[in-house]
């Protein structure tokens, strides 16, 4: 059985490579379509290497048996949002097509809600997938929002950092880390950041119709992270209240037993006063 334990988690990491490779590959035929240069080709190489280092080192940690169909599909998408990257990071040195950088977003948008459903039709459902396809989101809508403030302004960046502010917060309060209920508008508003993002770098529509996109995608996010904030700091007040009561109730029962001790021992000292008594008066 450990021969073979080892045997499987040897082929998870081999998956992990030749994703890499996959990468690699297709960072080739990006640079051959359009002459990609070194701002491209670096930010592209560094995405693969970063991807492979921190997804085997998560399958270290976690041991599954196998990689997963669900995994497999998730792994796909973030070779394609490497290439994204490389385009985008290849966009402040020249002009890449942008039907390319559209096609390569849309077909990674798509597969997104593909392998969530491979993951409950196979029952291969993990904590690590989760975290794996959630973390290629957010990379996406990072990498969408620095294309598309170059059009639009700075301001665009804080669609793609608002997550990872959330997650730096986290680490100074950790009430923010407790699980949140399931909410359809949570994931909705997470979808329609990349949508709306696509649909202004696609710059299919006029100016301040782009702009209002944006400003959507913005003004929903910000919603979303702040109702689900006053719900974690909510229910932290609830958690400490009842932890407060509890600790109170306890040292009031604790006190109510102590006088009920002193209670009987004043009883018991009477009555053995009481039989002294009546000990001295048969004496006499």
């Avoid at 993951?119 to 989101?137: C, K, P």
Wanted: proline share 4%; charged share 15%; hydrophobic share 55%.
């Amino acid at each position: 059985m450990a021969l073979n334990n080892t045997y499987e988690a040897r082929l998870v990491q081999q998956e992990t490579a030749v994703g890499a490779g996959v990468q690699i590959l297709l960072l080739a035929l990006l640079g051959s379509a359009i002459g990609m240069g070194p701002a491209g080709w670096l930010t592209g190489l560094a995405f693969a290497t970063a991807t492979w280092a921190v997804l085997s080192r998560a399958l270290h940690r976690s041991r599954p048996r196998t990689f997963g169909p669900a995994n497999r599909v998730t792994l796909g998408r973030a070779i394609l949002v490497g290439g994204v990257t490389a385009l985008v990071a290849d966009s402040f040195e020249s002009s890449p097509p942008v039907t390319l950088l559209v096609g390569l977003t849309a077909v990674a948008l798509i597969l997104d809600g593909v392998d969530g459903k491979v993951a409950r039709r196979t029952g291969t459902s993990t904590a690590l997938g989760a975290r794996f396809d959630m973390e290629v989101d957010a990379f996406l809508i990072l990498v969408l929002s620095v294309y598309v403030s170059t059009q639009l302004g700075p301001w665009v960046l804080l669609i793609g950092a608002m997550r990872y502010a959330f997650v730096a917060a986290a680490k100074l309060a950790p009430w923010l880390n407790a699980p949140l209920p399931h909410s359809m508008a949570r994931k909705t508003v997470a979808a329609m950041q990349g949508v709306c993002l696509l649909l202004a770098g696609a710059d299919l529509l006029p100016h301040l119709a782009n702009l209002a996109v944006v400003l959507l995608a913005l003004g929903s996010l910000v919603w979303s992270f702040g109702r689900d904030v006053v719900w974690l700091w909510r229910n932290e007040r609830v958690a400490a209240r009842e932890t407060t009561g509890g600790a109170a109730m306890t040292a009031e029962t604790g006190a109510a037993d102590e006088a009920d001790v002193s209670v009987a021992a004043l009883e018991g000292a009477s009555v053995a006063a009481l039989e002294r008594e009546l000990l001295e008066l048969a004496a006499r």
